[in-house]
C-alpha cells in the first residue's frame, strides 16, 4: 500500500515508498512525492504550537501514482490535535471523503486512519483504481481559526505496468557478442517509462556496478577469472513492478601455441621419400574455445579439426619443394597461429637407366660403323644415383647422370650383351639396362641340294620316295632358305643351316625342276640350286572311250584309253570272251540285245604293270511284251491299282487311261474308288522304236442304294402300295421284312412282310386302312458287299406316311367331378389329320343343346397343340395333337350337366360327351 503523507511541521504531503527530498524556503526539508512547487511559511507561538500567519497556503504537487487494485492510504500531518479535517476530492463537484469525526459514508471506498495527538490524518483507498484517479485536497484547522487552514493538495493516477527492460553490449544483442579476455566493451540496461520512472541496476556476478533511472550504462572489462562465464543483469522496479533481464558470456581465450610434428617429432626441416607416408600432428595448447586447428601442404588444407589432430599424409616427387603447415585460430584471435616444417623430399630417377648410342642399322662385320660410343642416362633424382658399366672393354667417360663406352664392332662381340645398372641408398632405388650386339656376316658356302641328281630314274610305287637336301654355310643372320614352289611338295624339316623335303614318288613330278633358293636380307646376299626329276609310271586305270549306245545289229567303235610312261600294249574282250587280233587301241564290231559289256586290259613292260578297264554296253530296241493287270474283286470305297509293264530300250514311257482317270507313270491307283470308275482302262508303251497297247475291264461291285416311295392315303382305302427300289453290285438282293416306326421317329410298332421282285420289294396294304398305319416305313436290302460304315445291311426310312381321315377323341373318360363355387376345366385330346377346320362345345340344358359361342365371365374356351399318348396296333406311341377345353369360374348348380365337343376336319367329324358331376351327392 502506498502513503501520501502530509507534515504540518515541514508541511509534508507525501506518496509513499518513493521519496523525494526538498529543501523549503524556511530551510526546512519537506519529503513529498513528485511535484512539490511551494511550501507555506510558519512561525511557532509561545506555547511551541505551529501557528499560521492568516493566509492560506498551497501545495501544487505533479502526478502521483497508486497501484491498481491494491489499496492506498494518503497521509496529511504536521498540526497536532487539530481541530477540523477535511480531505477533498477536488471536482466539480467537490467531494467531501472525511472529515474531523471519520470517512464520509456515502464513499465505502473511503476509511480513516487519524492520530491525532501525532498530528497524523490519514485516508485509505480501498481498492484504488482508475475511478479513484483526479485531485485531492486536505485542510487542517486548529483553534478555530478556519480562515487560515493548512491546504495539501496532490493529482491521483493509476500506475501503469513497467515497460520493455533491454540490454546491449557494444550496442548489440547479447546473443551476438564476442567477449575476449581483457577486452573492455559497453554495457546499457533500459527500461521503458512506466510511469514512475523506474529504478535500473546492473550488476556483473552479484555485485552492484551502477544504477540510475531509466537507463543504465557502464564500461567492463572481462577476464578469464575465476571463471570463463559471467552473468550480466539488469533489474528494473517501480512502485508497480519489478522486471530483470541476465545475460550470460563466456569470456573467449587465444591459444598460446600451435606446433606441427613429423612421426611425433618437432622438426624444421625433415627428409622425405617419395610415395612414403608418414603422421603429421597439428597440435594447438590452451585457448577457448577450443581452437580449430588446420593441416595444410603448400597452403592447401589436408585436414582439420579441434585442439590436436593427425593425419596420415602421402608426398611425391611433384611436390617438391613441400611445406607442411600447421594453424590455430578461434574467435579470440584476430589472425591464426601458424608453424610449419619445410620438406626435403628424396626421390628415385624420373626414368633410366636408358642405353643410347646404337645405330639404327644392323651392325655388319667391316662395314661402317666400326665402333660404338654407348650413353648410360638417367632422369632427374635427390640424391644422384651411381652408374656402372659390365661390358665389352673399351675407353669410359661419365657425368653425375650419365657414363659413356666406346667400343670396337667385330664378329667376336656378336652376341655379347653390354649392362648399364644404377643404385640409390636412400630410396632403395635400384635399375639396369642391358643390349645385346648383333653383328651380321655372309654365309661361307651353300646352297647346294643333295639326295639326287638331274637324270636319275624313279619309279612310280605308293612308298616310293626321294628325299632332297639343301644345305647353306654357316652365317650372321642364318641365311633363309626355301624351296621354289616348281618343287613338288612334300614333308618338310630344317635346321640353322639346312633343309630337307621328302617328296613322294608320283608321275605328277615326272620333269618338274625343284629348286632351293637362299637369301639374306640384312647383307643383301642370295644363291641358289636346282634339279630335275624323271619318273617311270602305269598304268593304272583304263577308261572306254567311244559311243556305247548302239541299236541291235549296228556296228560301233570304241577305244582304250590309260596314261603311262613309257607305252603299253593292249587286249580286247567283249561278255568276258577275249575278241582275236585285236592288239590295237581301237575296236569296230557289231552287237545283239544280249551282249552287255565290252573290257579292255593295258600293259607296261617296263613297270610291270597291268590295268583293265571294261564299260557297260546298251543296245536299244522297241516295246514287246506289254501288260495290263488289276485286283479280281473291285469294292467301292477300297483303294485299286492298275498296273502296266513293257520291255524296250530305251525304257518304254506308259499311259494309263480309264472312264474317268489317267495317269502317265507305270502305276494307276484309285483311292476311294466308286461305281462310276467302272469300265476299261487301257495301258500303251512307248519307245523312240515301237508303240502298244493292252486294255482290262474293271467292275465295281458296292451295295444297294435304297429308295422308297409311297402316297399318302385316306382311311378304309384298301390295296395301298409303299414301294422299296433298289441298285446294286451285284445286283442279288435280300430283304428284311419291312418296319413301322411310330411318328416319334424311333418307336417300333410292328415288322411287316413284303414282295420282292428283282430289285423292288413292296408293301401292300389289303385291309382297310386306319389312322395307326400312319408313321414311317423303313427298308432293308443287302448283296453281300459292305457298305463306307462296313454294315451289310442298308436301310432306308420314308418321310412320314400320313393316313387321313376324321379327328380321332384320344380322351376315355367321360366324367369330371366339381365343387360348387369352385373352378374346374373340362378337357377333351383329339388327334386330327388333317388338321381340324372347329372345335364347337354345347352344354345340355333343360333337354336342349346349347352351343357355348365364345369367353365371358362365366367360362373361357381354348384348344391347343399338344404332344398326345396314344396306340398304334398296341404300341404305346406320342402323336402331334389337340387339346380342347372349358373352364369354368365359379361352377353354379346349373353348370353341373353334360357337354359334348364337336369337332371337324375335311374328312369327317367326331363327337364326344362329357359329364360334370358334383363330388357330393346332392350334385
Known amino acids: 500500500m502506498g502513503i501520501l503523507h502530509l507534515d504540518e511541521s515541514s508541511f509534508r504531503f507525501a506518496f509513499f515508498p518513493t521519496r523525494r527530498s526538498l529543501r523549503t524556503t524556511t530551510g526546512m526539508e519537506a519529503e513529498t512525492t513528485v511535484g512539490v512547487s511551494s511550501i507555506c511559511p510558519q512561525r511557532t507561538n509561545p506555547t511551541g504550537d505551529v501557528e499560521f500567519i492568516g493566509m492560506r497556503f498551497r501545495f501544487d504537487l505533479g502526478v502521483e501514482y497508486g497501484k491498481d487494485g491494491e489499496p492506498l492510504e494518503l497521509e496529511c500531518s504536521g498540526v497536532v490535535s487539530a481541530d477540523a479535517v477535511r480531505w477533498v476530492k477536488i471536482g466539480p463537484p467537490d467531494q467531501i471523503l472525511a472529515s474531523i469525526n471519520s470517512a464520509n459514508p456515502q464513499y465505502p471506498k473511503i476509511s480513516t486512519a487519524y492520530n491525532i495527538t501525532a498530528g497524523v490524518y490519514n485516508i485509505i483507498i480501498t481498492p484504488f483504481g482508475v475511478s479513484d484517479e483526479g485531485n485531492y485536497k486536505c485542510t487542517l484547522n486548529k483553534n478555530g481559526n478556519i480562515s487560515t487552514p493548512t491546504l495539501l493538495k496532490v493529482k491521483l493516477a493509476v500506475a501503469p505496468t513497467l515497460g520493455a527492460l533491454t540490454m546491449e553490449i557494444d550496442n548489440a544483442a547479447p546473443s551476438t557478442v564476442v567477449w575476449v579476455a581483457g577486452r573492455t566493451k559497453s554495457v546499457s540496461c533500459e527500461c521503458t517509462d512506466g510511469g514512475p520512472a523506474p529504478t535500473v541496476t546492473l550488476y556483473q556476478d552479484g555485485t552492484l556496478l551502477k544504477t540510475g533511472t531509466i537507463s543504465v ?272 611338295a612334300g614333308a618338310d624339316t630344317s635346321s640353322t643351316k639346312s633343309i630337307t623335303r621328302v617328296i613322294s614318288v608320283h608321275r605328277r613330278i615326272n620333269g618338274v625342276t625343284c629348286t632351293c633358293s637362299g637369301s639374306q636380307s640384312v647383307t643383301g646376299w642370295t644363291g641358289a640350286d636346282s634339279v630335275t626329276l624323271t619318273v617311270y609310271y602305269g598304268p593304272d586305270s583304263v577308261t572306254i572311250g567311244g559311243v556305247e549306245r548302239v541299236y541291235t545289229g549296228e556296228s560301233l567303235t570304241l577305244s582304250c584309253d590309260t596314261v603311262a610312261n613309257p607305252g603299253v600294249t593292249y587286249r580286247w574282250m567283249k561278255n568276258g570272251g577275249v575278241v582275236p587280233g585285236q592288239t590295237q587301241q581301237t575296236l569296230t564290231s557289231t552287237y545283239n540285245r544280249n551282249d552287255k559289256t565290252v573290257s579292255c586290259t593295258a600293259t607296261n613292260s617296263i613297270t610291270s604293270t597291268t590295268a583293265t578297264g571294261s564299260t557297260p554296253l546298251t543296245v536299244d530296241y522297241g516295246t514287246s511284251n506289254t501288260s495290263i493287270q488289276v485286283s479280281e474283286v473291285t469294292i467301292e470305297g477300297e483303294t485299286v491299282t492298275i498296273n502296266c509293264s513293257s520291255l524296250g530300250n530305251p525304257a518304254p514311257t506308259y499311259t494309263i487311261t480309264g472312264p474317268r482317270r489317267t495317269s502317265n507313270q507305270g502305276t494307276l491307283e484309285i483311292a476311294d474308288i466308286d461305281r462310276s470308275d467302272s469300265g476299261q482302262y487301257s495301258c500303251t508303251a512307248v519307245n523312240p522304236y515301237n508303240i502298244e497297247t493292252r486294255t482290262v475291264d474293271v467292275e465295281v461291285q458296292y451295295p444297294p442304294d435304297v429308295s422308297v416311295t409311297y402316297t399318302n392315303v385316306t382311311k378304309n382305302d384298301t390295296g395301298m402300295v409303299i414301294t422299296c427300289e433298289v441298285t446294286g453290285e451285284p445286283p442279288t438282293y435280300n430283304f428284311s421284312p419291312w418296319k413301322h416306326i411310330g411318328p416319334d421317329e424311333h418307336t417300333e410298332i410292328r415288322h411287316l412282310p413284303g414282295k420282292q421282285n428283282g430289285g423292288q420289294f413292296a408293301l401292300t396294304f389289303n385291309d382297310p386302312i386306319t389312322y395307326e398305319d400312319s408313321g414311317y416305313y423303313t427298308c432293308i436290302a443287302s448283296n453281300g458287299i459292305k457298305g463306307r460304315s462296313q454294315q451289310i445291311k442298308q436301310t432306308k426310312m420314308s418321310g412320314y406316311f400320313v393316313v387321313e381321315g376324321s379327328p380321332k377323341v384320344l380322351t376315355e373318360d367321360s366324367e369330371v367331378r366339381g365343387n360348387l363355387g369352385e373352378d374346374v376345366i373340362l378337357t377333351v385330346a383329339f388327334y386330327s389329320l388333317p388338321t381340324f377346320t372347329s372345335v364347337q362345345w354345347f352344354k345340355q340344358h333343360q333337354q336342349a343343346s346349347v352351343l357355348l359361342k365364345s369367353n365371358n365371365s362365366e367360362y373361357t374356351i381354348g384348344t391347343r397343340v399338344s404332344d398326345l399318348k396314344a396306340k398304334f396296333h398296341d404300341k404305346d406311341v406320342t402323336v402331334p395333337g389337340y387339346i380342347t377345353s372349358v373352364n369354368y369360374n365359379n361352377v353354379t348348380r346349373g353348370d353341373f350337366t353334360s357337354y359334348t365337343v364337336l369337332i371337324n376336319n375335311t374328312e369327317g367329324s367326331s363327337v364326344f360327351t362329357i359329364t360334370l358331376k358334383g363330388v357330393s351327392k346332392f350334385y
Open 217 to 488: 550504462s557502464s564500461s567492463i572489462t572481462l577476464t578469464k577469472t575465476p571463471t570463463l562465464t559471467k552473468v550480466l543483469k539488469c533489474i528494473a522496479e517501480n512502485i508497480v513492478s519489478a522486471i530483470e533481464k541476465t545475460t550470460r558470456v563466456t569470456v573467449k581465450v587465444p591459444p598460446t601455441s600451435i606446433t606441427t610434428k613429423i612421426n611425433g617429432v618437432d622438426l624444421e626441416t625433415v627428409d622425405w621419400v617419395d610415395g612414403q607416408t608418414k603422421t603429421v600432428t597439428c597440435e594447438a595448447v590452451g585457448g577457448s574455445p577450443t581452437p580449430t586447428v588446420l593441416l595444410m601442404r603448400d597452403s592447401t588444407v589436408i585436414e582439420f579439426g579441434t585442439g590436436s589432430i593427425s593425419q596420415y599424409v602421402t608426398l611425391t616427387k611433384s611436390l617438391n619443394p613441400a611445406v607442411i603447415q600447421c594453424s590455430a585460430t578461434n574467435i579470440a584471435i584476430d589472425n591464426p597461429m601458424t608453424d610449419q616444417t619445410t620438406v626435403n623430399l628424396q626421390y628415385r630417377p624420373s626414368n633410366g637407366p636408358v642405353i643410347t648410342g646404337l645405330p639404327s642399322q644392323d651392325l655388319i662385320e667391316e662395314r661402317s660403323p666400326t665402333t660404338l660410343t654407348l650413353t648410360c642416362t638417367v632422369g632427374m633424382s635427390n640424391p644422384e644415383p651411381t652408374l656402372t658399366w659390365n661390358c665389352p672393354a673399351g675407353n669410359d667417360s661419365s657425368n653425375t647422370r650419365s657414363i659413356t663406352r666406346t667400343i670396337s664392332v667385330n664378329k667376336k662381340i656378336n652376341g655379347d650383351t653390354c649392362t648399364c645398372s644404377g643404385s640409390q641408398s636412400v630410396t632403395g632405388w635400384t635399375g639396369i639396362v642391358s643390349v645385346t650386339f648383333t653383328v651380321h656376316y655372309l654365309p661361307n658356302s651353300g646352297p647346294d641340294i643333295t639326295g639326287y641328281v638331274t637324270g636319275q630314274k624313279l619309279t612310280e610305287a605308293p612308298s616310293a620316295k626321294v628325299t632332297l637336301t639343301c644345305i647353306v654355310g654357316e652365317a650372321d643372320p642364318q641365311a633363309t632358305i626355301k624351296w621354289g614352289s616348281n618343287c613338288p
